[in-house]
């Protein structure tokens, strides 16, 4: 399950203000921080789950969602966070955290 809370969707709703709605894509990404769950404009895939909050469909790859659930979208003062199951981490050495990004 993907749940949106209601800052988040209404941040969301006010960027596409104006605009044609897009699916939101929630996916692992990597960087010097070390594996994190981001969003960004996708289109739906026949292996993706789909949630609807509002007008705005959230998708996430059935197999990665099973393994991250429950999934919780929240809106933080200066940008959204993504909370789940999911044990992430690892990034740099210089910044505290250990992998292989700056090695």
């Known amino acids: 399950m993907i749940n949106v809370t209601q800052t988040a969707q209404e941040m969301v709703q006010a960027y596409f203000e104006g605009r044609p ?13 070390g594996q994190q769950l981001a969003m960004a404009l996708d289109e739906k895939k026949p292996t993706d789950a789909v949630f609807t909050h509002g007008t705005i469909d959230y998708i996430m790859e059935t197999g990665l969602l099973e393994q991250a659930s429950p999934v919780e979208v929240d809106y933080i003062g200066t ?16 910044c505290g955290t250990n992998g292989s990004c700056c090695e």
């Open 21 to 33: 709605s897009q699916p939101i894509r929630i996916f692992i990404t990597s960087g010097c921080g």
């Open 79 to 94: 940008g959204f966070r993504i909370n789940s199951q999911l044990e992430l981490g690892g990034g740099c050495s210089s």
